[in-house]
């Protein structure tokens, strides 16, 4: 086989990859990583399933590698690492595909994977990810069937949340605790007024209730989400914001912590603080909101929006969080199109340079996460 995957880290987001990928992809698949147990996990999960390699190093890993082959890596280790995944990427010639949602580190990945010689697309996943592609389909349908004149406002936002919520937190994680840390913590980028500006995560003149099916939730901005569709819609809209949605409650309970610890505001703090009350919890559904209201050449105000859930479902025997399914399905419909040439420009390509269309109509995507069936409303000024 000429395409080869390459899953770097193989915990819950890179087994569940391997398992869609063996669904919808004819490609020789390899794991990487640097724990036995978690190789012999997947290895017994895995058995007798053909084109599929488990390595414990590097140097395993490229012995057996096919000459001239179509490499992809996906990277499913924390974003403190992405950078140097990232440039073994580069020095293998391989595509390298990101699904971190830290920001200096993929400034970071920028630069080093600029003049790479294979096409390589950073913050892929759910969120960063696929609502920065859905927000952009939204933009894109404005265009070209309402006579786009000026963006009032994209909001983008997402959250992962428990079936059950219990006090005080509200929470449980199906996420990375560190990656949640991270973008409560980490400054982010927004577009006000019209200009892309930083502000501090959880900043509470972001935050927002609304309702969804029903159910009263809160959101606020966070870090990360935006991906780089702030700055490619900063000069057309007033507004461009990715929030976190959350059960009522849970960021005041977060702000009280971190105030607690406001001497030393780093990502690991929190996340030390944020374990010692929350419990994993991987029976949780995906809560997909964005919003897009514009202007008409005619000076109507009109808004296209979306909401969508997810939940977790048995494949193949085993149960795969809302989380999981929706962030690895992304990620792969990206390395399908990588291995199909729909995305071929060589260096660095980003969310807002991804094709909605090809993207959200593909196979693997409307699989988990269904039919779009974006709304028009004549929004009041």
Same mark, same amino acid.
């Given at each position: 086989?000429?395409?080869?995957?390459?899953?770097?880290?193989?915990?819950?987001?890179?087994?569940?990859?391997?398992?869609?990928?063996?669904?919808?992809?004819?490609?020789?698949?390899? =794991?990487?990583?640097?724990?036995?147990?978690?190789?012999?996990?997947?290895?017994?999960?895995?058995?007798?399933?053909?084109?599929?390699?488990?390595?414990?190093?590097?140097?395993?890993?490229?012995?057996?590698?096919?000459?001239?082959?179509?490499? /992809?890596? =996906?990277?499913?280790?924390?974003?403190?690492?992405?950078?140097? /995944?990232?440039?073994?990427?580069?020095?293998?010639?391989?595509?390298?595909?990101?699904?971190?949602?830290?920001?200096?580190?993929?400034?970071?990945?920028?630069?080093?994977?600029?003049?790479?010689?294979?096409?390589?697309?950073?913050?892929? *996943?759910?969120?960063?990810?696929? /609502?920065? /592609?859905? *927000?952009? &389909?939204?933009?894109?349908?404005?265009?070209?069937?309402? $006579?786009?004149? &000026?963006?009032?406002?994209?909001?983008?936002?997402?959250?992962?949340?428990?079936?059950?919520?219990?006090?005080? $937190?509200?929470?449980?994680?199906?996420?990375?605790?560190?990656? =949640?840390?991270?973008?409560? #913590?980490?400054?982010?980028?927004?577009?006000?007024?019209?200009?892309?500006?930083?502000?501090?995560?959880?900043?509470?003149?972001?935050?927002?209730?609304?309702?969804?099916?029903?159910?009263?939730?809160?959101?606020?901005?966070?870090?990360? +989400?935006?991906?780089?569709?702030?700055?490619?819609?900063?000069?057309?809209?007033?507004?461009?914001?990715?929030?976190?949605? &959350?059960?009522?409650?849970?960021?005041?309970?977060?702000?009280?912590?971190?105030?607690?610890?406001?001497?030393?505001?780093?990502?690991?703090?929190?996340?030390?603080?944020?374990?010692? $009350?929350?419990?994993?919890?991987?029976?949780?559904?995906?809560? #997909?909101?964005?919003?897009?209201?514009?202007?008409?050449?005619?000076?109507?105000? #009109?808004?296209?929006?979306?909401?969508?859930?997810?939940?977790?479902?048995?494949?193949?025997?085993?149960?795969?969080?809302?989380?999981?399914?929706?962030?690895?399905?992304?990620?792969?419909?990206?390395?399908?199109?990588?291995?199909?040439?729909?995305?071929?420009?060589?260096?660095?390509?980003?969310?807002?340079?991804?094709?909605?269309?090809?993207?959200?109509?593909?196979?693997?995507?409307?699989?988990?996460? +269904?039919?779009?069936?974006?709304?028009?409303?004549?929004?009041?000024?």
């Amino acid at each position: 086989m000429k395409d080869i995957l390459i899953i770097y880290g193989g915990g819950n987001i890179g087994s569940c990859i391997l398992q869609l990928a063996k669904e919808f992809l004819s490609c020789k698949a390899f =794991v990487l990583d640097s724990s036995e147990e978690r190789l012999l996990t997947l290895s017994k999960q895995f058995k007798g399933v053909e084109n599929i390699e488990f390595c414990i190093s590097k140097s395993e890993l490229e012995s057996k590698l096919i000459p001239n082959s179509t490499k /992809v890596i =996906v990277d499913c280790t924390p974003g403190v690492n992405s950078v140097n /995944v990232a440039s073994y990427a580069k020095a293998i010639n391989a595509s390298y595909v990101s699904l971190t949602e830290h920001v200096k580190e993929t400034k970071e990945i920028e630069t080093i994977l600029e003049d790479s010689n294979c096409p390589n697309v950073l913050q892929t *996943g759910l969120a960063p990810g696929y /609502v920065n /592609v859905l *927000g952009m &389909r939204l933009y894109q349908k404005a265009k070209e069937e309402y $006579h786009f004149k &000026r963006g009032k406002e994209l909001k983008m936002m997402v959250g992962a949340l428990p079936q059950y919520s219990p006090k005080p $937190h509200f929470y449980g994680f199906s996420w990375s605790p560190i990656g =949640v840390a991270t973008e409560y #913590i980490e400054d982010l980028e927004e577009v006000i007024s019209g200009s892309l500006k930083n502000r501090k995560g959880l900043d509470f003149d972001s935050y927002e209730n609304f309702y969804s099916n029903g159910c009263e939730y809160e959101a606020i901005s966070t870090s990360g +989400g935006i991906a780089s569709v702030g700055k490619r819609l900063e000069k057309e809209f007033d507004f461009v914001s990715y929030k976190t949605i &959350r059960n009522v409650g849970h960021f005041e309970w977060v702000q009280n912590l971190i105030e607690k610890n406001s001497k030393n505001k780093q990502p690991s703090v929190l996340e030390n603080e944020l374990k010692k $009350h929350i419990a994993i919890d991987n029976n949780d559904y995906v809560l #997909i909101e964005v919003n897009l209201s514009f202007q008409t050449r005619s000076n109507e105000l #009109i808004r296209l929006s979306e909401s969508l859930k997810i939940e977790g479902k048995t494949i193949k025997g085993k149960y795969l969080s809302g989380i999981q399914l929706t962030t690895s399905s992304a990620a792969l419909e990206i390395v399908r199109e990588i291995f199909e040439g729909k995305i071929n420009k060589k260096g660095v390509v980003l969310q807002d340079q991804i094709n909605p269309k090809i993207f959200l109509q593909s196979k693997i995507i409307k699989e988990i996460y +269904g039919e779009l069936k974006i709304c028009k409303n004549y929004a009041e000024n």
